[in-house]
């Protein structure tokens, strides 16, 4: 370790070496690093911070830096890490989970004229690819109970023209992918599973975002678990393009494993389903690779809490009929909770979630504002998509979205917060009840 050599230069004991990586980080910099990473102010904070940095120097000089940055030893080991929790042969890290998908949706060759069905409720991130090279997106009704792409609508938009079946588990709850993989298998389609939302959730004894074509998860802050930041896994049960995936991920070469003798000859295309691609660079850094590997191993626990957190929010909401709670699933079913689900009947409410959501704020409940109908969000709309005909196709969406539908926060909360926005939760709908 701590040598400037990697197969990209041979340069162990030359005269003239060339350093296979750039400036190195000093004592200093690393207690930037770590006064970045666990932040505080006050004396008893830079006391401690200086007592760091006192022995971050002695480290500093009987120490050797890792001589390798980018993509190598700890990205494979963040990956080896999710093969071993997912149950698959191969992943590649990248530097988001969009990334994994547009490699999905190139493999597919996604162009102007293909047809792309995507849930009516999700992240742009879905569908900036087809959406950015002039595909056709289709929008599949949600099921009203989960906001998942619902089958049955799938199997009616589907067209000669569809090339592509992109399944999002939101919030981290399992969509139900047997049909669906059943109607691509008939009709030549491929699945790319947006799994950014579930990693370490299972779909009838199976990770989901292994049981597509394709899949991508996210690290990216917001999600359950990150890699500093940003990140993503794309997986693939493609046979053979688990190696390409990675070749994929950079400009064709697949860093770490293969020497690469000529260079001239090595950088080649990736093998699509019709025709071959070029690759682009989504290459992570080893601190990503380290950041998710720690990460992992605590996922579990992770949804263990949030599984509680959802599982107490129910026992308090299953005194008013009017709130329709998290469906916490079954043994077929095991959400990652990633957000919680709440829905209001309003029938029984007194009102619809308008009402609620600006009452939950006044209270200062904090609410996920981002997901809603993908066929309104401007981008869509300026590329030429009509919403509003669109909405017509899509009436549980709009019920849903308009009517029904929240999100709350799960994780990191104290009992107190818990207690504070159930509390709020109740009395809010109460208020709604009672004609307030
Ligand atoms: C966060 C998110 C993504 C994108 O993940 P990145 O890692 O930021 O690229 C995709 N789909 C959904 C549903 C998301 O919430």
Sequence with gaps: ???????????????????????????????????????????????????VYEQIKKLDAISTPPGKLTTDKQVALAEEACNEYLGTETSTFLTNCTAGFEIAYKYAGIKEGDEVIVPAITFVATMAYPLAVGAKLVFADVNPRTLNMDPEDVARKITPKTKMIVPVHIGGYPVDLEPIMKLAKENNILV??????????????????????????????????????????????????????????FLGLNFGTEPIKDWLYNVTPIPGKEKPFV???????????????????????????????????????????AIICQDMGNDDIKPT????????????????????????EEKSVTQIPHFGPIYRFKVVQDMG?????????CPNCEEVFHKRFTHLPLYGLSQEQLEYMADAVLESVAEMQAGK
């Design 1 to 51: 370790m701590g040598k400037s050599t990697d197969f990209r230069y041979n340069t162990g004991a030359t005269k003239v070496p060339w350093a296979a990586v750039g400036e190195n980080y000093n004592a200093a910099d690393l207690m930037e690093v770590i006064s970045f990473l666990m932040q505080g102010d006050g004396p008893e904070y830079d006391a401690a911070l200086e007592a």
């Design 337 to 360: 909770f990633h957000l919680y689900l709440l829905q209001i009947d309003p029938s029984l409410a007194g009102g619809d979630i308008q009402i609620l959501k600006k009452k939950l």
């Design 192 to 249: 790319l599973e947006d799994a950014a939302h579930g990693f370490g959730a299972e779909y009838k004894g199976k990770k989901v975002g292994t049981i597509g074509d394709f899949a991508a998860f996210s690290f990216h802050e917001v999600k359950n678990i990150t890699s500093f930041g940003e990140g993503g896994i794309a997986t693939t049960n493609i046979p053979g393009f688990g190696d390409d995936m990675k070749r994929a991920r």
């Design 279 to 321: 690759a682009l660079n989504y290459s992570p850094t080893e601190i990503q690779g380290l950041g998710l590997k720690l990460q992992v191993a605590r996922n579990d626990a992770i949804i263990e809490e949030r599984r509680k957190a959802a599982e107490y929010l129910n026992s308090r909401f299953a005194e008013n009929p």
């Design 385 to 393: 998509y009509d919403s509003d005909e669109i909405a017509k196709t």
